[in-house]
């Protein structure tokens, strides 16, 4: 009797289930809003508003000043349903508005500058954690996608 072929998963399914096991799935939200800012909300939003974090299902967003916080707070129904539909469901409860500066919008295609981690503290990264991330990584070719990953993953390791 032949052995049953086990069934294939699609990469994008593995990789879902390892972002929502390790708890990065949130940040991978973080990372799509901003990314698409002005698709999700619209140009004219987007050029003063800028998705900020993501916590406890709480998307934090800057507005240029307190006349766009008033205005935002009209809009917080719908504009809280178009980001849900841009995250493929109910990924966030509420959004919470606060003024301050928002990231112009030809600073460049990435997500906003982190800050680097220190020298000290990669080389306190343990070599089986890398090895663990190399390894949830290898398959990715995109060499963009690949180093953000590997950026990603490095950044959240205890």
Known sequence: M?????????????LSRFLT??????HMLEFKLQQHWPE??????AR?????SVRHRKLYLVAENSVWLQHLLFLKPELLAKINRAADG?????????V??????DAGDGPAPQPARS???DADASMETRAEIAAAVHAVAD????????????????
């Open 2 to 14: 032949a052995k049953k072929r086990p069934s294939l998963n699609s990469l994008p399914d593995i």
């Open 21 to 26: 096991t390790h708890g990065m799935a949130i």
């Open 40 to 45: 999700i909300v619209g140009e004219h939003i």
């Open 48 to 52: 003063h508003t800028w998705p900020d």
């Open 90 to 98: 109910e990924a966030l409860s509420d959004l919470v508005l606060r």
């Open 100 to 105: 301050g500066t928002v990231r112009p919008p």
């Open 119 to 121: 020298e000290q503290t």
């Open 143 to 158: 060499p963009d996608l690949h180093l953000r990953l590997t950026t990603l993953f490095s950044n959240s390791a205890p």
